[in-house]
């Protein structure tokens, strides 16, 4: 064990481009399939670790964590269980970005908190260990410790579950705009129902072609190819949630809307595609020359914009929170 057990991270959170939906396994997180995502730079998680504490706390935007509280304690157990530390841990953490919107927020929250604990632990922090241990926070940070396209690969034994990297040729053109729509979700409890919709067998069958023609025009730099498959994987996501027992409906009115403005732009000849996770707010994907004009079409219908970019993998830093 290192001497001084402190150490901060920090992890951009994802868009998926094929999302996984169902969990094989909740303790794990184990999912039903593998998927795909991008991380989203500059929005971004910082998680400060330090163990040496008599008890665990965690704290979230200057807020002590509620939602999600348990799922941090299975992360920093399984760090405990690969290293020598048993003592309590200081978790803070700050996102540059909303939470439970639909950004990814349990993304880059999970994986910047994996990376910093093994790291402050003196554990394994190579990306196919940080991510299975990530993976228990939530099964989206996996690939947020991967970091750009990334892929997690899925499997019945819990070391084999893992995120790893993707190749990819879209260069520095691609630009993502968010159209964010505030309305709270409960992705948790659509992933536990999910299984139970007439359309998730559809699903399954459906998304193993899906996830092997990603991974291939992603490689490409195939850009109509990779976010049209985007903007049809979401309506099926969309499917299943709403199909669910809740019947779980988390497109909103602005949602619909933005939807018919990325259409309208693509008659138009503008190369744009929209992409939702388990929630209202949007991405729209397009490329450095138009972002400005697909921004400005968002803000036109009175929802808020902001353009990123393609995000790195989860690292450590010395900028600590306290």
């Not at 490409?220 to 669910?244: K, Q």
Request: net charge negative; aromatic share 6%; proline share 3%.
């Amino acid at each position: 064990m290192k001497d001084e057990a402190k150490a901060t991270a920090v992890a951009h959170p994802i868009q998926g481009i094929v999302k996984y939906h169902g969990l094989r396994d909740e303790e794990t997180r184990i999912p039903y399939h593998d998927s795909i995502s991008v991380c989203t730079a500059p929005s971004h998680t910082r998680t400060t670790v330090e163990f040496g504490h008599e008890k665990d706390t965690f704290v979230v935007d200057g807020e002590e964590m509620d939602d999600g509280v348990e799922r941090a304690k299975r992360v920093v157990e399984k760090v405990r269980e690969q290293t020598d530390i048993d003592s309590g841990v200081r978790v803070e953490s700050e996102n540059t970005f909303p939470s439970n919107v639909g950004l990814g927020a349990s993304s880059s929250g999970f994986a910047a908190l994996s990376l910093a604990a093994l790291e402050a632990a003196g554990g394994d922090t190579s990306v196919r260990n940080a991510s299975a241990v990530a993976r228990r926070g939530a099964t989206s940070a996996a690939r947020s410790v991967a970091g750009g396209f990334s892929r997690i690969r899925t499997s019945d034994k819990d070391e084999r579950c893992y995120a790893e990297r993707l190749d990819d040729g879209f260069g520095d053109d691609l630009r993502i705009v968010v159209a964010l729509v505030p309305a709270h979700k409960h992705t948790g409890r659509a992933h536990e129902e999910a299984a139970e919709s007439h359309m998730f067998g559809s699903r399954l069958a459906y998304v193993h072609g899906a996830l092997a023609e990603a991974e291939r025009v992603i490689a490409d730099g195939d850009f109509d190819a990779t976010f049209s498959l985007a903007e049809r994987d979401s309506l099926s996501l969309l499917a299943v949630t709403m199909t669910g027992p809740e019947g779980w409906v988390y497109w909103k009115p602005e949602t619909l809307a933005l939807l018919e403005v990325v259409r309208d732009m693509r008659d138009d000849g503008i190369p744009v595609y929209m992409s939702t996770d388990t929630g209202a707010t949007a991405y729209l994907n397009t490329t450095e020359e138009h972002a400005e004009r697909v921004a400005d079409a968002v803000e036109a219908l009175g929802v808020e914009s902001h353009v990123w970019e393609v995000g790195g993998p989860a690292r450590v830093t010395d900028d600590h929170l306290f």
